[in-house]
């Protein structure tokens, strides 16, 4: 039980994705394509009073007087309350990582004085919306939340993304509960009932007639099949009228 949780927890632990094409990646189940996203995306945040521009696929910035172009193309741009831009990544040095459930981080270096820029981004059905999460200089984060662009196991998120998720999640929650009842039901007989052997495992004389009660129910519920045809068949019979002879 123990190797099958570690190998069902590693099936939902983060991967690396692969460049496949302009602004799609791909890894094992896991597809992140943004190569629909030909603007940018802008934020200002009222609290450092700094404007940032984010262009997942696109290399080109220019606000006016101010610039923010780089030869590797600029991500991230961080306009302070200065007006002084900053790049604070590339495209060429992005890194895609997918995270639990629907959620991938791009990590973007090559910023000006060591700055870099890390997106969460997380696949919705609803608007595209980008924003300034914090800075921990020289790190900066943000928060994408797109449509359509991600899928797991080839399901389209505009479909039942979350169902093999789901269906893991339950399975670990499964092998963790029995695990759990029976290392404590365990130690509770061991300990508080002093008991040996056999007398070890918790609710033995349950799990003893279990299969004859599962047997039982078999039996009830098969043995009521007839009688339910025999009382849908009657009701059906006495709807229609009665053929004079």
Known sequence: ??????????????????????????????????????????YYDAGT???????????????????????????????????????????????????????????????EFGREGKVTVTCFQGSDSFKFDSETFPTYYFSLSVKDACSRGGVSPSGDDGGFALFIILILASIIGVTSYIAGGVAFMYFHKKERGLGLVPNLVFWKDFPFLLRDGFLFTFSCIPKVREYFVSKIHTNYDKVPS
């Open 49 to 111: 009073l700094a404007s940032y521009r984010y262009y997942p696929c696109v290399a080109t910035v220019d606000w006016g007087v101010y610039y923010c172009l780089v030869a590797e193309g600029p991500a991230l741009c961080q306009q302070n309350e200065g007006n002084v831009i900053y790049v604070v990544g590339t495209l060429a040095t992005v890194t895609v990582t997918a995270l639990a459930g629907d959620s991938f981080e791009l990590h973007y270096e090559g910023g």
């Open 1 to 42: 039980a123990i190797i099958l949780s570690v190998c069902l927890l590693a099936s939902v632990s983060p991967q690396n994705l692969t460049s496949v094409d302009n602004c799609i990646w791909q890894g094992a189940g896991v597809t992140l394509d943004l190569s629909k996203l030909t603007n940018y995306f802008e």
